[in-house]
């Protein structure tokens, strides 16, 4: 991504997409583990949930769903990612914020279940296997590395490219159903109903927000400045 690119991207990382696209993705179909096809809206809403509200308070008491896109599912990064989430923020602990967690990859879900071994994740996994609301969302495509490790990432840049290239080497004829390798991700909190709370755009393939950037969206950790 060029300097010029990425300084556009960056103005708009956290920028909320229009109403108009939130209801066009919500029911745009994603895949379960199980290759069960459900719409999108179905990782935020609820079956006694009525219509949107968008006039709430993001600090009331509804249901909160936290919604991270990763990027192909032998990204050595995005898994000491979820690692770190499954750590700092299990699900028990997302219990005390009202919040609950999902993750979606541009791979297909014959992939999910060595994966959710290898990072030991227990939240539930989805595929956008076509990439619609990676691009609707307009999460950008890039192999950029971005300048800064993140406090996430476990490994050196040479040990998770071998993690990444072991990973897909043992999955043998799975290799090519990881996922786009350029297609970054971001995460996206929504209230139950759909309003879109807050979310995070990845500029590169280290960028996923910081587990404490999270904590503070979700409540969990003090502001800065506030004692």
Known sequence: MSEKAAASFKDKQYDHPSPETLDEIANLPVLTEQKEQVP????????????????????????????????????????????????????SRLASANTKLSIIGCGEPAVVPDYKKRTDCPFPIYCDSQ?????????VRSLDLGEKK?????????????????????????????????????????????????????????????IAEVEEVLGLREVKGEQ
């Open 131 to 139: 990439r619609t609301l990676y691009e609707k969302l307009e999460m």
């Open 150 to 210: 993140p406090e996430y990432v476990q490994s050196g840049l040479i040990g998770g490219t071998l993690s990444s290239m072991g990973n897909m080497i043992k999955s043998g004829g799975l290799i090519f159903k990881g996922g786009a390798y350029d297609q970054n991700g971001g995460e996206w909190l929504f209230e139950e109903g759909g309003r879109l709370v807050w979310c995070h755009r990845m500029r590169n393939t280290r960028d996923h927000a910081e």
């Open 40 to 91: 999108f809206k179905s990782l935020y809403t609820s079956t006694s949930s009525t219509e949107p509200d968008t006039t709430s308070s993001p600090t009331n008491s509804k249901q909160l769903h936290l919604v991270v896109f990763i990027r192909h599912f032998f990204c050595g990064h995005c898994e000491d990612y979820i690692r770190s989430l499954s750590t700092h923020l299990p699900p």
